[in-house]
């Protein structure tokens, strides 16, 4: 496709009902068997295997539907879901392709069909993969122990702020270590997850560079300071050429240090986490390692730490002994369970099967065509009106994704950052990741453009924000009653924050709205 | 990698002016690159040979189709209709980030649709997005109550799953930290395996802010006395937090009609695979009240209109309260869960309907006694609490002589997964193991398990 041409896109628009209102009284989509005559006959009625006042009096108010019409309400919803289907270059999130021979494997009875406590000897093959999926974690990041129970990043961050109350329990001085740094650019959940666990949290700001100074970090740690959660690159492509000795400042304070590997993509095989002083680190097996999205999870926190924090690591630690494969729970410094069992296994099996698919290589190769992309779209984002790259300032390349904003041209026309995302759709483009909150960045947006869009999609990707840029000085009102080829329009949003209105269940919209269609 | 060809990686290093690609990192101080080269295992760059590998370990596993399973435990063995894994498989959901409102409308209807037919099945009005476990959900909403109260004490069955608990004990945080909130267990009525009704109103205070209970609880034993301790617990202001599993929701009493506050519980049950303990999921749930409406942790989707009159769309109601938002001041944290699992869910609710639930939940009921019945006429074998339940029941073998660890070892022999072994768990219940039967057994496994089990303990 030529950078010019833009697709006459459309989306399926099926103005599907909500499921609670088709069906039949009487019609079935499942249906199981009744129970064998011999075992009604030695226990009798179900009513009377339940305790009494126990039973359900009225049935649940659900829909009835034969299968096909279950079938096709559901293939319509997935139609009417744009989901990576056109490019979607979501920053933070490395969106990549997500194979489809992993899925299949991950649905194999010799792991779908897999309860977690049959005996190890019948649970061999998943330990091996989780085993060696580990080890490559340790190559990529010096760590020396993995676990995978955490059940998305924010939870592996979690993991971090649970592991260092445990780590500063032993030591007697959880009382007094109750702070931990993190920086305004971090993810929010590290700041969310550290209070959670009953932190108080010093967020550090940016300064001139992009990153705050070394001055602010010594001026916040202390015998107070627990540990610091950070992020290396942030989400402007901009990397802190000082962390070695922001870990060297933490550590002599007597604090952890938390490396939040959420973008990694930039920097994989090409650093290692352990190396420059990182105590801990978490990868998202469902970004950077190719395992799916699935519109926020099943997902994946890996978290790996050095061998002095292991003994306190959430248990069980898949472990290889004498040939065999054993899950490890006998941990008594463990800080205890994030969650139940030992993770989302089909996504650590997915990102296994990425690994060993790129090998050491391909995952190097993958950086360097990260950035090269990410760089190449700057050149070109940069030449169109109304944009600006954050932190003017800094005229060294960007790492894998720049923070870009549109406060220019939403002063010229009034179009900002929201309205330019619900135009893209109208292109088949996947909205774009905005920003965290706070927004450093007016009107922000953040392209991350990852090793797998073609040079031709990345061309598309441009060409579109150039044509919605052109259209937005031409005509505002276009882009900002936007979107026009989606399956719905524009929604209303004032109804999502009255509690008058607002409705989370089809129970409470009906007791609120009547049965009558939507209100705003 | 579309772009690893090396003309077109010439073009765009020559459109941005830059000599080589590694000039591009020079953000990274030499001192922080690489010590040592990058050695992971061989690449396997086909698709055939990858297959191949990833099948040949697998195999290795043993899987609950070619044995006899009567494992649960929070991990439990049910049907899962093709239909939802088709539509889990459907690469538009699979695949999704995050999109608009209108870009991934279906998507964000999809998630209503899960909310609002657990909704039914729970009656209750308020359905949140899932969280990671019903462990978590359980973290989240005793994390609601004592905010919602200013206490900062759980009140909690001593018979709880041991994984879930410690859990709930993360959640609450150490002694040291400023929220930590005190875990008190309860005991139970030896009889029922219910709560122990005397210690709970002997133990509540104005100190408490939730009592949580569980129907079924981990043994698997229905809660006959909950509306009488949501009664207890609304008299000293104190939240009921009640756990229960949804795919009994079709003959049991739901929590919002028992008087619970908050209802929380697993997913995995309503058409997720077990995927080897990845395939759990935790639902939180509340009336429609803005005091508990303004404490969820994560994302609740909300119907609403759209520019176009009668037309529905479908979005984040209070997201500003989460940690997006607020970051340390929101409730909680949020991030991704298993929301794909929710789609999940809601194909099959939509599959089984009122009908559905209850056939499901009247088999289950009949197999499960039928089960308890025959395994405790095995001499030596004795069934702890043999009313009451749901799926899951308490086999105690001390009148064999044998250790559940021996007989579970003996029945893996035979193609049996024999239930969990609680005797480490709970050494007061002796050697003991948490038996599982649901729809997924016919009467034929059941009455194999009984005669391998004679055999075993027999001997």
Redesign the interface.
């Known amino acids: 496709m030529s950078e010019n041409r833009l697709r006459k896109f459309h ?1 399926a628009r099926w ?2 009902p ?3 209102e088709l ?1 039949h009284p ?11 005559p ?3 006959k ?2 009798g009625e ?2 009377k ?9 009225s ?7 034969s ?1 096909p019409e ?2 096709r ?13 056109g490019i ?1 270059l ?1 920053g933070t ?1 490395t ?1 990549k392709y ?2 489809r ?1 992993s ?1 299949a ?15 190890e ?6 330990l ?2 989780i085993h ?1 999926f580990d080890l ?1 974690l340790r ?2 990041s010096g760590m020396d122990q993995f676990i995978f129970q955490a ?5 592996a ?2 993991t971090h702020c ?1 592991i260092t ?1 445990a780590y500063h ?1 032993a030591k007697g001085q ?2 007094q270590r ?1 702070e931990i740094i993190t920086s305004i650019q971090a993810h ?2 590290n ?11 010093v ?1 550090l700001q940016l300064e001139e560079n992009g990153y705050p100074s070394v001055a602010a970090l010594k001026a916040a740690v202390s015998d107070r300071t627990a540990a610091l959660l950070i992020n290396n ?1 942030d989400d402007m492509g ?2 802190n ?1 000082d ?2 000795e922001w870990i060297r400042i933490v550590h002599e304070a007597g604090g952890l240090c938390f490396y939040d590997h959420a973008n990694f993509n930039g ?1 994989m ?4 986490a352990r ?2 002083g990182f105590d801990a680190c978490m990868f998202m097996l ?1 970004k950077t390692f190719g395992a ?8 994946v926190g890996a978290y790996g730490c050095s061998r002095e924090l292991a003994p306190f690591l959430p248990a069980p630690v898949v472990a290889l002994k004498d040939g065999r494969y054993r899950l490890d729970h006998d941990r008594p410094q463990s ?15 997915k990102a296994y ?1 990425w ?12 950086s ?2 990260s ?3 990410n ?2 779209m ?3 984002l940069g030449r169109l009106r109304g944009l600006t790259r954050s932190n003017p300032g800094s005229k ?4 894998e994704m720049t923070r870009w904003g549109l406060g220019k041209l939403k002063e010229e026309t009034g179009v900002g950052t929201v309205d330019v ?2 135009r893209m ?1 109208d292109y088949g483009i ?2 774009y ?1 905005m920003s ?2 706070p927004w450093v960045v007016p009107e922000p947006f953040t392209p991350e453009a990852g ?5 031709e ?1 990345l061309d598309e990707w441009i060409a579109v924000i150039a044509a919605i840029v052109d259209e937005a000085y031409a005509d505002p009102k276009r882009v900002k ?1 936007a ?1 026009h080829a ?8 004032a ?3 009255d ?1 008058q ?9 009906r ?1 609120k709205h009547g049965k009558g ?4 | ?4 060809l090396s003309d ?2 010439q ?3 020559r ?4 000599g080589s ?1 590694e ?7 030499v ?5 040592a ?9 086909s ?1 055939a040979e ?2 191949r ?3 040949t ?11 006899l ?1 009567f ?1 649960g ?3 439990w ?1 049910h ?1 899962v ?1 093709a ?1 939802v ?3 889990v ?19 964000n ?5 899960y ?7 729970l ?7 899932p969280v ?5 959900a359980a973290g989240h909403a005793i ?1 609601m109550a004592s905010r919602l109260t200013g206490r900062h004490e759980v009140l909690l069955p001593r018979l709880i ?1 041991p ?2 608990l ?2 709930i ?3 609450c ?2 002694v ?5 909130i005190d875990v008190v267990a309860l005991g139970h009525d030896r009889k ?1 395996g219910g709560l122990d009704l005397k210690e709970l109103k002997a133990r509540i205070s104005n100190r408490t802010a939730a009592v949580y209970i569980e ?1 079924p609880s981990y043994l698997g034993q ?1 809660e ?1 006395r ?2 009488e301790i949501a009664a207890i617990a609304r008299a000293a202001g104190a939240e009921t937090i009640m756990g229960v599993d949804p795919v009994s ?6 929590p919002g ?1 028992l008087g619970a506050d908050i209802a929380v519980g697993p997913t995995q049950s309503l058409g997720v ?6 395939g ?2 935790g639902f939180i749930a509340s009336r ?1 009240e ?1 005091r508990y ?1 303004r404490q969820y942790n994560g ?20 997201s500003h309260q989460t ?8 409730r ?10 929710a ?1 999940a869910n ?2 099959y ?15 289950i ?3 499960a ?2 089960a308890a ?2 395994l405790d006429r095995i001499k030596g074998v004795k069934i702890l609490f043999p ?2 339940f749901f799926k899951e029941f308490v086999v105690n073998f001390d009148g064999t002589g044998k250790t559940v660890a021996r007989v ?2 003996a029945l ?1 022999r035979r193609g049996i ?1 024999g239930g ?1 072994d609680l005797s480490r768990e709970f050494p007061e219940l002796g050697q003991s193991a948490l038996y599982c039967v649901t ?1 997924a057994q ?2 034929e496994d059941i009455d194999r398990l009984a005669a391998a089990l004679k055999e075993v303990t027999g001997k």
């Not at chain 2, 080269?37 to 760059?45: D, E, F, N, V």
């Not at chain 2, 940690?323 to 929101?330: D, T």
């Open positions: 989306a103005d599907e909500v499921v609670m069906g009487g019609r079935r989509g499942q249906t199981f068997p009744e129970a064998d011999a075992i009604r030695a226990v179900a009513a295997l339940i305790p009494a006042g126990l039973a359900r009096k049935p649940p108010k659900l829909p009835e539907l299968e279950v079938q309400h559901y293939l319509h919803l997935s139609q009417e879901t744009l989901g990576m289907m979607s979501f999130c969106m997500n194979a021979l899925e494997i991950a649905q194999r009875p010799e792991l779908a069909e897999v309860h977690p406590n049959q005996p000897e019948s649970l061999q093959g998943i091996e993969i060696s490559i190559e990529l059940g998305g990043g924010a939870d961050a979690y649970c109350r329990q959880l009382a109750d929010p959940c700041a969310a997850t550290a209070a959670a666990a009953g932190f108080k949290v967020t690159p901009i990397y050429p962390i070695k920097v095989g090409k650093l290692r190396e420059l469902h799916p999205k699935g519109g926020g999870g099943p997902a800080t205890g369970k994030i969650r139940e069992y030992w993770g989302n296994v089909p996504q650590v099996l099967a690994a060993r698919a790129m090998g050491a290589e391909g995952i190097n190769e993958a360097d065509l950035v090269l992309a760089n190449y700057d050149e070109k060294s390349w960007r790492m995302a619900n759709a996947d909205p990741w965290h909150e090793e797998m869009y073609s040079k999609d009653t979107p989606q399956p719905i329009h524009q929604i209303k949003g109804a999502l924050e509690p209105a607002w409705a989370m269940t089809w129970r409470a919209y007791r269609k939507a209100g705003g | 990698m579309a772009n690893s077109i990686k073009a765009m290093l459109e941005i002016g830059a690609i000039e591009l990192f020079e953000q990274i101080p001192a922080h690159r690489l010590k080269p990058l050695k992971l295992p061989r690449q396997l760059k698709e990858l297959k590998h990833l099948i370990t697998l195999s290795r596993n043993e899987t609950c189709e070619k044995n399973n494992l435990a929070g991990c063995q049907h209709p239909v894994d088709e539509i498989g459907r690469t538009e959901f699979l695949t999704s980030v995050w999109g608009s409102p209108q870009s991934d409308h279906g998507r209807q999809a998630w209503f649709e909310a609002s037919q657990l909704g039914e099945l009656e209750m009005d308020v359905v949140q997005l990671y476990s019903w462990g978590c994390r799953d994984e879930r410690s859990v004990r993360n959640y945080e150490p040291e930290m400023r929220g930590h029922t129907s229905l006959g909950a509306a929701l079709g003959v049991i009493r739901p009609d695979h077990m995927n080897c303990g990845g759990v999921g429609d803005e409406v994302f609740l989707v909300s119907i609403t209109g759209t520019s176009e009159p009668g037309e529905y769309g479908f979005s984040l109601s209070s940690s997006y938002g607020m970051r340390e001041e929101g909680d944290w949020t991030g991704n869960s298993v929301y794909l699992w789609i809601a194909v609710m939509s599959l089984l309907g009122p009908e559905g639930f209850r056939e499901l939940g009247e088999l009921l009949q197999q006694h039928y019945r025959v009313q009451g579970n070892k893996a997964f969990k729809e016919t009467k």
